[in-house]
């Protein structure tokens, strides 16, 4: 759920910035850049809160697996998204597109 929340509101303030006449390559890194810190403080606060019961016999290896996911799916969404995207829409830096 987080993960998927993450990248729709990435894209989405991507897709928000050029509409409001960023070239494409500028939207892209600027949305990354904004929503970086949200983003990471958001994965920081769920991964934090799973370690309580990361002690715990039986609810332990579910913690530690749920904070890999949040970490590793973070990582992907601030690097992988914004390249996919790229990748998935031909955006070049603006030096590169004239």
């Keep these: 759920g987080i993960l998927i929340r993450n990248s729709i509101i990435l894209v989405h303030e991507i897709e928000e910035l050029q509409h409001r006449g960023r070239e494409r390559w500028q939207a892209v890194f600027e949305a990354t850049d904004s929503r970086a810190r949200p983003i990471l403080l958001t994965a920081a606060a769920a991964s934090l809160a799973l370690i309580p019961i990361s002690r715990q016999v039986f609810w332990g290896p579910m913690a530690y ?10 990582l992907l969404t601030l690097l992988f998204v914004p390249a996919l995207y790229c990748v998935v829409f031909g955006v070049k830096p603006a030096s590169e597109a004239a």
């Design 65 to 74: 697996a749920m904070m890999g996911g949040i970490i590793v799916g973070t």
